[in-house]
């Protein structure tokens, strides 16, 4: 019976240590994922910022107009100007601020701008970014009319080149 005991006694210590073995090894696991998941995001982060550290453009389509379309040329991360297709010139943009968001599946990056033509404010530009996602808010300063535009996916988004 001593025997039985012994056996018993020694089985449960066997199995408590690979249970708490097994709880440690899923810790070191679920740690190392999350390590190796923070260094992606980092990195991520930075190539994000490589790429947009340059000049590039956006392009975007309005959403209530098919035929409006923009693009807007940003440097450093900051949007200098806006252009509307079928206009000869391109406009002004001077940065107010900007918000961060947290929250979500992506962090949500609200810029606002202030529209200069012929050396006055004429009205205020709103973007924001959030993943793979641009929207642009434009409030025409003589009437407060609200403009809203969407990235346009198909066109060469990111490059060095307008897409019109």
């Known amino acids: 019976m001593k025997l039985f005991f012994k056996i018993l006694l020694i089985n449960t210590l066997f199995l408590t ?6 709880r440690n090894t899923n810790k070191i696991v679920s740690d190392t994922i999350t390590k ?6 980092k990195n991520q982060s930075l190539e ?3 790429t947009t550290t ?3 453009y956006i392009c975007y389509n309005a959403d209530n107009n098919k035929n409006l379309k923009i693009w807007i040329r940003f440097h450093n991360n900051k949007a200098i100007s806006v252009k509307y297709k079928g206009s000869k010139t391109a406009i002004s943009l001077n940065y107010l601020k900007e918000e961060f968001l947290k929250g979500g599946a992506h962090p949500t990056i ?5 529209e200069l ?3 006055k404010i004429n009205g205020q530009y709103i973007l924001t970014h959030s993943g793979i996602w641009d929207y642009v808010k434009y409030i025409r300063g003589k009437d ?3 403009f809203n535009f969407t990235i346009d996916h198909n066109s060469n988004n990111y490059s ?3 897409c019109f």
């Open 110 to 114: 609200i810029t606002h701008y202030n």
């Open 160 to 162: 060095s080149k307008p």
């Open 36 to 41: 190796k998941e923070d260094v992606l995001l």
């Open 54 to 56: 340059k000049e590039h």
């Open 117 to 119: 033509y012929n050396g």
């Open 48 to 50: 994000n910022t490589a």
């Open 144 to 146: 407060q009319k609200e």
């Open 17 to 22: 240590s690979c249970k708490e073995k097994n």
